[in-house]
């Protein structure tokens, strides 16, 4: 395989989100196969090969041995034990450079220059195996197998590693880089993953790990598959780096061109910015989590459905709203709430239609919190729903901790909540607002709740798109140091755009329309690298096989 059949093949099925990993994998497959480079066409004249071919012959090699695979003449299946050795054990008993698992660059395979220079009495008790220059290290614990690495130089202090590696010397016929690139194959990692023991930190013995086999092809050939292997990889870097630029620049391009339409100024503006999105829609639209946020802006914006006169306007729904307040007041089931101040100029808001008007939260609905205590939990009780059981839009009860019927009723005594009530988490993962569509009654833990003054007089899902809409925002801005608040002041002075309300269940159906068509246009998307990842795995099934 050569550069322009790798450009080809890449060019091809580049958009598939792994090909990049799936082509090294790929040319270590080829390359330790015996197929990336043609065998030598004479027979190889290296003195140690023929050592140690006479050894193998001799004393080492065992016929029974089960292969992996087939490998080409002139090759030889041994295990690790026959070309490496390790170079050693001892406890420091000076300055010494110590080599753990975080000093591995697994990019190139080589020691990071900020090893830890540490003197005797420092050392780790893992500190033990001696290696040398030219030795190859190999983490044999889990999740640290793709810890491999060359010695590329003698250490000064001298180095000694972990004793998580499995060090190996190679003899004088075994290119250092051929074993490297053995050890990161996908048949040798398979072969070690089927032998290791352990439930949490899994590993492979010492004497196992020296038992693995490896094939062994004349020291000629080892030399140009491993600058073929080089070769190729820096090729696979090069095309990662332009993928990743190609990608990079499309995401500039949706970014901008969405939020110049949900940034418009006027009319004009916005129809020259969605003619520009139309006529770049075949990868603009392949970023559908910013569409679906350009489209809960332009539905917060008064832009996504046309206004219609004969609906009202939100200065008269405020005024109904504000009635219906006062008439809870007086009925003595809601205390009298402070007036809050107009929305000034520099908060987070925009040219709203002539219909619309901005509120704040506090306003339009009756913004409460539940416990910030934790209550002490039972086995059968009632449920305490906290921010992780809101997860995309919706409330999740299948993982929640019960309280008792007097804890509830104390909680409930401030933040009961009912159906069709909005639920917002204000603390760590901020925002995923959720819409309550389940009968069962429960309790809040560091959850907002949106209750309404009146019932008719309000949409439910409206609220639940600008929750949505602006959750973004409130991360941005919220307090707190390891773990991120808003507060209920904060979120009932939060700046909210009424429209009136029979536009509000208009978008709000707008909206749906067109999140389920973000669903489709995500399932064919997801559906068309399926099929991309299927035929880089076929094409590449096929190149091995030829």
Not at 22 to 48: C, H, I
Not at 115 to 121: E, F, I, K, S
Not at 282 to 287: G, L, N, P, R, V
Not at 532 to 541: G, K, N, Q, V
Request: hydrophobic share 40%.
């Amino acid at each position: 395989m050569d550069r322009a059949q790798l450009l080809q093949h890449f060019d091809t099925l580049a958009e598939t989100p792994d090909a990049v990993a799936k082509l090294r994998t790929f040319v270590l497959d080829l390359a330790v196969r015996g197929r990336l480079v043609p065998q030598a066409s004479k027979p190889e004249k290296d003195a140690a090969w023929q050592k140690f071919c006479r050894e193998l012959d001799e004393r080492v090699y065992n016929p029974e041995s089960p292969a992996l695979f087939e490998i080409p003449d002139g090759w030889r299946w041994v295990v690790l034990d026959a070309i490496a050795e390790p170079c050693g054990q001892k406890k420091p008993e000076k300055r010494f450079t110590y080599i753990d698992v975080g000093a591995i660059d697994n990019v190139r395979g080589a020691i990071t220059p900020d090893v830890q220079v540490l003197d005797a009495h420092e050392a780790p008790s893992r500190a033990r195996k001696l290696v040398r220059s030219n030795s190859v290290i190999y983490s044999t614990v889990r999740p640290y197998l793709r810890n491999i690495a060359v010695i590329e130089k003698e250490f000064h202090p001298p180095a000694i590693v972990s004793t998580a590696f499995a060090v190996l010397h190679p003899k004088p016929f075994l290119n250092s880089r051929f074993l490297f690139h053995w050890l990161r194959s996908a048949p040798f990692q398979e072969d070690v993953a089927a032998k290791m023991k352990g439930v949490a930190y899994p590993a492979i013995s010492d004497s196992e790990f020296w038992e693995c086999p490896i094939p062994v092809p004349p020291p000629e050939e080892q030399r140009r598959i491993v600058a073929k292997v080089g070769e190729l990889l820096a090729l696979c870097d090069e095309l990662e780096a332009r993928q990743t630029a190609v990608r990079e620049h499309r995401v500039r391009i949706v970014r901008s061109a969405l939020d110049h339409l949900t940034a418009a100024k006027d009319e004009q503006d916005f129809r020259k910015h969605s003619a520009f999105i139309l006529q770049h829609s075949s990868f603009i639209f392949e970023d559908v989590p910013a569409l679906r946020q350009a489209i809960l802006s332009l539905a917060v914006q008064g832009r996504l459905v046309p206004q219609d006169l004969s609906e009202g306007n939100a200065t008269a729904l405020i005024e109904r709203i504000n009635e219906a307040k006062r008439k809870l007041v007086q009925d003595g089931r809601l205390r009298k709430l402070e007036m809050s101040s107009a929305v000034e100029e520099g908060e987070p808001s925009w040219q709203l239609p002539p219909s619309w008007l901005w509120t704040r939260l506090t306003d339009v609905f009756d913004v409460r919190d539940g416990t910030h205590d934790t209550p002490k939990y039972v086995a059968q009780g009632f449920p305490l729903v906290t921010s992780k059981n809101l997860y995309t839009g919706k409330l999740d009860m299948t993982d929640v901790k019960f309280i008792s019927t007097e804890d509830h009723t104390k909680i409930c005594e401030r933040s009961k909540v009912d159906r069709e009530d909005n639920l917002f988490a204000m603390i760590g993962s901020i925002g995923n607002p959720a819409v309550v569509d389940v009968e069962p009654e429960f309790s809040i833990k560091n959850v907002a709740l949106f209750k309404y003054y009146s019932r008719s007089l309000s949409e439910p899902r409206f609220l639940h798109l600008y929750l949505t809409f602006a959750a973004q925002r409130m991360r941005e801005v919220a307090a707190g140091g390891v773990q991120s608040f808003v507060s209920l002041g904060f979120l009932r002075q939060y700046p909210f755009p009424l429209p009136p309300l029979a536009e509000q269940q208009r978008i709000v159906a707008k909206v749906d329309e067109l999140m389920r068509w973000c669903d489709a246009l995500e399932s064919r998307l997801t559906a068309a690298q399926t099929t991309a990842t299927h035929l880089l795995d076929a094409t590449l099934r096929q190149i091995l096989a030829t």
